[in-house]
């Protein structure tokens, strides 16, 4: 059973444009939501990172903006580049499990020059 | 950030023989370390989960006694596929406990 579901599958998005990656989860017990981005052929690298006690994390040019209530968040950056284009997922878990992660299905992010 | 480092990065093995992945977390203590495997253009599948000092626990459909886990120390925890095949060929990822859940580089496995 798919708990966190991620949109869209790709994204190309035009250099200096925004990018926005939606992510909805079903299991309220949830209390901690990163996100990922991966290049091709290395593991995850954290990027930001959000708990449920607050509707919006900033980052430079990563944000997070998250709703309690519709059970959603997403991504979203700023002044999109290049160097941006790579696979972003999303996930959640509950603290009392120790950082097991349920991971979304994953976008793959093309920033066009 | 947290450093975990896994090695190795590539490696190609024949069918039928076992290979071991190292997954170190370099500064600091990991009494958990998560395993999990990815497949092309697909999100990551945990595999099992390895305390230290105990018997690792595998998520459904996980063969144990193929993919053998050992967690000796608050800094090691190994992977190793035993008696590989082809359809054993993926990436296989780490990550350590941590706030954050801190991943290591990945390991791409190749069985010929």
């Known amino acids: 059973q798919q708990q966190v579901k991620q949109s869209p599958q790709s994204l190309i998005v035009q250099k200096g444009g925004i990018s926005i990656i939606n992510c909805a989860y079903e299991?309220?017990?949830?209390?901690?939501f990163p996100w990922y981005q991966q290049f091709p052929g290395k593991g995850p690298a954290l990027l930001i990172a959000?708990?449920?006690?607050?509707s919006e994390k900033k980052e430079g040019r990563f944000t997070i903006s998250f709703n309690k209530s519709a059970k959603q968040f997403s991504l979203h950056i700023m002044d999109s580049q290049p160097g941006d284009s790579a696979t972003y997922f999303c996930?959640?878990?509950?603290?009392?499990?120790?950082?097991?992660?349920?991971f979304g299905e994953g976008t793959q992010l093309t920033v066009n020059p | 950030g947290a450093v975990v480092s896994q090695h190795p990065s590539r490696v190609i093995c024949k069918s039928g023989t076992s290979v071991k992945i190292e997954c170190r977390s370099l500064?600091?203590?990991?009494?958990?370390m998560f395993w999990y495997r990815q497949f092309p253009k697909q999100s990551l599948m945990l595999m099992a989960t390895?305390?230290?000092?105990?018997?690792?626990?595998?998520e459904q459909g996980v063969e144990k006694d193929k993919f053998l886990i050992n967690h000796a120390s608050l800094t090691l925890s190994t992977l190793t596929v035993t008696s590989a095949h082809p359809e054993d060929s993926s990436f296989y990822i780490c990550?350590?406990?941590?706030?954050?859940?801190?991943f290591g580089q990945g390991t791409r496995l190749t069985v010929v």
């Open positions: 500064d600091f203590q990991a009494t958990t």
């Open positions: 996930a959640a878990s509950k603290e009392t499990s120790g950082s097991r992660l349920t």
């Open positions: 990550s350590a406990r941590r706030v954050g859940a801190f």
């Open positions: 390895s305390n230290e000092g105990s018997k690792a626990t595998y």
């Open positions: 299991n309220t017990a949830f209390d901690y």
């Open positions: 959000i708990r449920p006690d607050v």
